[in-house]
């Protein structure tokens, strides 16, 4: 779908994310602009369950240094920090656990699927990026996902409203993406299994 029609923003909004968030571990800011979630999250010393979200960021990264590009206002940039209740040498799952997540956010109304190892797709467009980081003790999981885009901010990729000719309301996309990914680590730290869950949208 090409859509043509100017939206009107929606700010995100910290204090309305984290009252719908008032019963989990998550504990969200928002910024107006930075660099990069990653970064400003990482340089905050942050604990378990913060959440850092930008409006708009202007040095947005993906695996091997790429950039993710975003309007204002147009998407999720969102860095979160856990400590995992895992042993370290299984870390290098989480970014099974975050693309799931994603996956499992979107299908409901999008054909979606994930490319390994940090992409997840509509139709072989990109509509999210993610990006796990390691420190001392415990992980930054960045989540770019593109909300409320015209037009494809690259060659290859898409957005929710490209795709439905509707505006979505971010601030309950961030609520929804925070609890299912919360299940899933949940799930992941018991011991279960999330292989099988995460081939079924798998497209490599």
């Not at 509509?127 to 290859?156: K, Q, R, W």
Request: aromatic share 6%.
């Amino acid at each position: 779908m090409n859509a043509q029609v100017p939206l009107t923003p929606i700010p995100l909004n910290a204090g309305e994310i984290n009252n719908k968030l008032h019963d989990s571990y998550w504990r969200v800011s928002v910024i107006d602009e930075t660099t990069s979630t990653q970064v400003t999250l990482r340089s905050s010393n942050p604990d378990h369950g913060d959440v850092l979200l930008a409006e708009y960021q202007s040095q947005g990264r993906g695996r091997l240094e790429r950039k993710f590009l975003a309007e204002k206002f147009s998407a999720i940039l969102m860095s979160l920090f856990i400590v995992p209740q895992q042993e370290k040498n299984a870390w290098s799952f989480l970014p099974v656990v975050a693309g799931l997540s994603v996956a499992d956010l979107l299908s409901p109304i999008l054909p979606v699927e994930i490319k390994w190892p940090n992409d997840v797709n509509v139709e072989g467009k990109k509509i999210a990026g993610l990006l796990c980081e390691s420190t001392e003790n415990g992980v930054i999981v960045g989540i770019g996902l593109n909300i409320d885009m015209l037009h494809p901010p690259v060659d290859g990729a898409t957005s929710l409203f490209i795709e439905t000719g509707k505006q979505h309301e971010r601030n309950q996309i961030v609520v929804n993406l925070l609890r299912i990914f919360s299940t899933n680590v949940q799930l992941w730290e018991e011991g279960v299994d999330l292989r099988d869950k995460y081939r079924k949208y798998s497209s490599t």
